[in-house]
Structure formats: C-alpha cells, structure tokens
C-alpha cells in the first residue's frame, strides 16, 4: 500500500492550487484521511482531516480558504487550497488509515511567494 501527493508547486500569495493523494495497493479499507504540513524548522501539524462517512475537520489558520475532499471509489483525498498565505509554504503530506494501519506520502511542497 502506498499514498502519493501531487499538485504542489509556486504560487503567489492569494492564489489557489489543488492538492490530489492516491492510494494504492491491496486496500480493504480507508477510514480517516488527512493532510498534514510541515514548514522548515516547524514541526508537522494537521491541516484538515475527513472521516469515512465525510465529516471535514481543519486548522484554525485554514478555516474557510482550504477544503478537503475524498473520492471513496477511487482512493483519493483532495485539498482544494484558496487565498494562499506565504504562511501556507510547507511540505504537504497525505495521511490515511488503510487496513487499519497508518500510511503516509512522502510529501509535496507548496511554495507562495509574497
């Protein structure tokens, strides 16, 4: 099993872009789906998180800009990113319980420049 990011990139600060997440492998089951970020020199935190049954949760500092989404069928989670902050650079990073078992990407950096 494993989870890969796409749609990092460079963007100016007040742009959008849309990150996408794939599972892949034996998959049973896929419960919580997150995104997580982490900023040089910063520890990783949560930026928002969606159950199974779709119920979204975010960080404060995200809160009406970023939307995370799933696709059920196809094993994938989105974040949908609006009115991007230079605060927002990270690494991004996917996160999904499959199988009961917890499995990250490996990342996808998201630069905006002010």
């Known amino acids: 099993v494993q989870l890969v990011e796409s749609g990092g990139g460079l963007v100016q600060a007040g742009g959008s872009l849309r ?10 089951s896929i419960n919580a789906m997150r995104w997580y970020r982490q900023a040089p020199g910063n520890e990783r935190e949560l930026v928002a998180s969606i159950t199974s049954s779709g119920i979204t949760n975010y960080a404060d500092s995200v809160k009406g800009r970023f939307t995370i989404s799933r696709d ?8 949908q990113m609006n009115s991007l902050k230079p605060e927002d650079t990270a690494v991004y990073y996917c996160y999904a319980a499959i199988n009961a078992i917890a499995n990250w990407g490996k990342g996808t950096l998201v630069t905006v420049s002010s």
């Open 72 to 79: 059920t069928t196809r094993h994938m989670v989105y974040l």
């Open 19 to 28: 990150l996408s997440c794939a599972a892949s492998g034996f998959i049973f």
